[in-house]
């Protein structure tokens, strides 16, 4: 096996999805590693956004919390909350937001408030936060989450951000822009099919099968004809990972592939 | 007029049984010191109102002092789930807990709307999501100009809202630097407002740079002295997030029976946060802050 | 990437003919440079916005480059009545202006509504006014929550806002102290932002104090390095407002023909602001502000 | 005559309405001068807002404008006016607001915006500026006005901002507190029938007379029973006026009574 992790291929595959000039609403841990890869790799004129309020980061240590202080520190813009929804989100000016959650489904829709009945809840999850206007604000969504029919079921139990809806023109007829536009998993890579917004598969990390990724998601994925294998990081890219961004391990190291 | 007081006077007096409370702060100077005032003087049936619970109403909750919370994303973050909040709400242990949940655009915009003395306020979020259907305090409006339906949020009017600052002057005009959090709105929006702060300063300092006042005198009730008041949270400037004791929560509040055993130790055991200092012994002094000053700016004419 | 480029070339890449235009300032850092310089270029057709027109749009209507005027308060500050904005409105002198009338709030509201990419924002004023009546522009909205009907104004979002402030990055980090005015609002609900400068900084300099940006790079299209843009404004901690030349402006302005004469020798008869300036000789200097720098912060951690 | 000047003995009067503690809304000219003589001499709690965002202000020479940048220095807050407009106005933290106008009528509605119809007005006035807020929000609104047919008619030719309207409830019944509290002329003091809502003459100033008061109003104005003479100012209030607010006599010394 080759010498990166999966969380490590999993950074650099969402790391190429960002472009220079592209302002980011940065979460913690892959989304914030990413990021940080692509304005060293190919993209230094991305600005950073956290939720938080701090613009234009550059942390010197590796953010704990979307409210780390190294985020404050150096950075071009310290702006209230308001801002961050009305001015930045809300306004457009955000290109792309990353999402996770407990549970993604076919059209892109996510759960992060509860698993089962909302009243009675089998399990509390932590809620929103600002997840489900990134959803619905931002112009284009990368979400990771783990490759497994738990989490990739057909149907989310809670649609906490909205993705695609129900699927096809749904999404804009309720009057939203943007929408999912990848999910990035430990097993592979989807699209959203643009007429009726499935996921769709379109990149199998080394060593893993579409037999595999059958087994472990909650409907009959379909398969891009032109499907190819996640390339992975390059030796540079793993050097930025390990040295610079996370050198004590705390996100990626523990998940070794 | 000096409003200048312990944390022990200023929760005994202005906040009270029932009420609407809000402690504010982005991850950044959460008022902890506050937090554990109104514990150790058992206030209950509290309506607890902020974005993220965090640590500080985990605990309050656990120490049976919630009947409702009103939040937008309940986690310990970076770490893991809250496990008071999730006994409260999935067992109802100690007591069942009341949610009322939106997200953190809706709860911004709640005290905004509070500020301002408006009743709702409007916004493009929002379609699609299920937090409508679970929640009836979503309502629609329709635009006067354009024919589109906007989801609105009410107003939230907390009674008291406590925020912890660098710095205020004895009146209560208050600075901060470093994340703002909604903490401006909220203490608008409120009917009182405990301002506990790292220093507190003659107001010529103030005065020096008035861009960085958030919160006037005029709306606030009581300015306490508490330095390392938002511990285990950080105050830019002053001191770092001590990760490990949010990493450590994790542990504590794993059951019950840890998490009674904390409060026992670090807040009804200790009478103020001079005490709770004294008891970190070292630890304190490894999480003060470098100096990286900023530049300073001419107020002259 | 450097955004920075003159005066010249920002007004020819951003400002067209029968744009609606910006040029904020409420009394502070009026972007007077700018507007000197639309005039220089002719453009016709416009449409002002802006809460107080003050002299510089007096100036622009004056030349006739203006078709509408979109305002709160048309006066000279302190001084009396705008005697171009008049002409205009009473006459038809140069050409007639149209115009539509808000209140300060009103067109507060207006900017924040168009930054925030909602069609409308709601307030608790105008119940008895004529305003209502005279401007069909304000439209009634019942909360979904009260049963209360609120007075909305509509979004405000220009093709060019322009600004004056103390110092950016090359890349339109912006910083403000003093006044903010409706600066950061008109500016995110702008198309394009043209900003003007005293001071073009190192990025570091805007990263020692991130809490002062206003506006940051990601929505200015140019940055001018300026000084003295603001005259006969001020700066906070640069130079004071020319009162002098307030009171002038009257006498000036009064007649079709002094103020032809002025933007002959002010603003046709001169190539740039730096002219400008030179040709001020040493009353430039009189201007200058004392220093009273503020107390730096530490954003250390 | 005594040593002092109708305008001084305006902003005497004015001062004497406020309280220590009030947060006052100012503007230029007289209100500036009575609250600066009100903060001096009674009101050490005063607060100073001005709508161009400066709060607790300090001026260290006599503010020219409303955005003069003496107001900034040494201030206790400078904010944005969404901020003005939204959090302390709306909000109701100010007491006291001052007013002007080219017209003020029976029922203290204000007329700055035209004389004449508003399409094709005899003179254009500036307009409202932050007036009709101030109008419709503040607790407690002072009006200082010249006493003639002109100024004082018995109905506006606009109203820019709103006293009690038609009278009686009607401002009540739009949704509004507050209202026109005191009118202070060049001749005397008004207030408003608790009732009617109408300006009834209570005070008159040295040397005025009821009938040289009718002659200088629009409408048959009522007479309060208790009508007084308006208080002088005090010597040490003409010394403060003289030689701290205005010792270029900038605002007052041109209308020397």
Redesign the interface.
């Known amino acids: 096996m080759a010498d990166y992790t999966t969380s490590e291929l999993m950074v650099s595959r969402a790391a190429k999805e960002l472009k220079n000039g592209d302002?980011v609403f940065v979460g913690?841990g892959v989304p914030s590693l990413a990021v940080n890869l692509a304005y060293r790799m190919h993209a230094p004129?991305l600005?950073m956004i956290y939720?938080?309020?701090?613009?234009?980061c550059?942390p010197t240590r590796l953010p704990?919390?979307?409210?780390?202080?190294?985020l404050?520190?150096?950075?071009?813009?310290?702006?209230?909350?308001?801002d961050v929804?009305?001015?930045y989100?809300?306004?457009?000016?955000i290109d792309v937001g990353f999402l996770g959650g407990a549970q993604v489904d076919r059209f892109g829709?996510i759960n992060s408030?509860v698993i089962g009945d909302?009243?009675k809840?089998k399990?509390?999850?932590?809620?929103?936060?600002?997840?489900?206007?990134i959803a619905?604000?931002a112009k284009r969504v990368v979400i990771t989450i783990a490759n497994s029919k738990r989490t990739l079921p057909e149907k989310v139990d809670?649609?906490?951000?909205?993705g695609y809806?129900g699927g096809g023109r749904?999404?804009e007829r309720?009057?939203?822009r943007g929408g999912p536009e990848l999910v990035i998993t430990d097993m592979g890579v989807y699209r959203f099919d643009p007429e009726t917004r499935e996921m769709v598969l379109v990149s199998l990390h080394p060593g893993i099968t579409v037999g595999t990724i059958k087994e472990n998601i909650g409907w009959d994925v379909k398969v891009a004809p032109d499907l190819i294998e996640t390339p992975p990081p390059s030796p540079e890219e793993i050097r930025i990972i390990r040295d610079e961004l996370d050198p004590q391990g705390i996100f990626l190291r523990s998940k070794a592939g | 007029m000096s409003k200048v007081m312990s944390m022990q006077e200023a929760i005994a007096r202005f906040v009270r049984d029932g009420d609407l409370i809000v402690m504010e702060g982005f991850t950044h100077l959460i008022p902890f010191a506050a937090g554990h005032e109104i514990i150790r003087q058992r206030r209950k049936d509290l309506t607890l109102a902020r974005l993220t619970p965090d640590l500080i109403y985990d605990q309050l909750i656990a120490a049976g002092c919630a009947r409702r919370m009103i939040f937008s994303w309940a986690g310990n973050p970076g770490v893991g789930p809250l496990h008071a909040f999730r006994r409260a709400v999935e067992k109802g242990q100690p007591r069942p807990l009341e949610i009322d949940e939106w997200t953190h655009f809706g709860m911004v915009l709640r005290f905004m709307a509070g500020a301002s003395n408006l009743p709702f306020l409007p916004t493009r979020n929002y379609p699609g999501t299920d937090l409508t259907r679970v929640n009836p305090g979503f309502k629609k409006v329709r635009s006067p100009y354009t024919d589109e339906e906007l989801w609105c949020v009410p107003a939230l009017n907390p009674d008291v809202t406590m925020v912890h600052a660098q710095r205020a002057d004895a009146e209560g005009n208050t600075q901060v630097w470093g994340l703002y959090g909604v903490q401006k709105e909220a203490a608008f929006a409120s009917r009182r407002v405990i301002v506990s702060v790292e220093e507190v300063v003659d107001a010529k300092v103030i005065r020096s740079d008035p861009n960085r006042t958030i919160i006037p005198g005029a709306i606030v009730s009581a300015v306490v002295h508490e330095p390392f008041g938002a511990h285990p949270s950080f105050v830019q400037g002053g001191y770092d997030r001590d990760n490990d004791f949010y990493l450590r929560w994790d542990a504590i509040s794993r059951e019950e029976a840890g998490l009674k055993a904390y409060l026992d130790e670090w807040v009804y055991g200790l009478p103020d946060r001079a005490a709770y200092i004294k008891k970190m012994g070292a630890r304190h002094r490894e999480l003060l802050a470098d100096r990286q000053m900023c530049e300073p700016v001419n107020y002259g004419f």
Chains 1, 4 share one sequence.
């Not at chain 1, 939720?51 to 234009?56: K, L, P, T």
């Open positions: 302002v913690i004129g600005c939720e938080s309020g701090a613009v234009g550059v704990i919390s979307i409210g780390d202080p190294c404050v520190t150096g950075s071009l813009a310290v702006v209230p909350m308001l929804f009305n001015l989100l809300q306004r457009g000016l829709n408030t909302y009243r809840p399990v509390r999850l932590p809620g929103s936060g600002g997840a489900c206007e619905a604000l809670f649609i906490t951000s909205p809806l749904e999404r309720l009057g939203l």
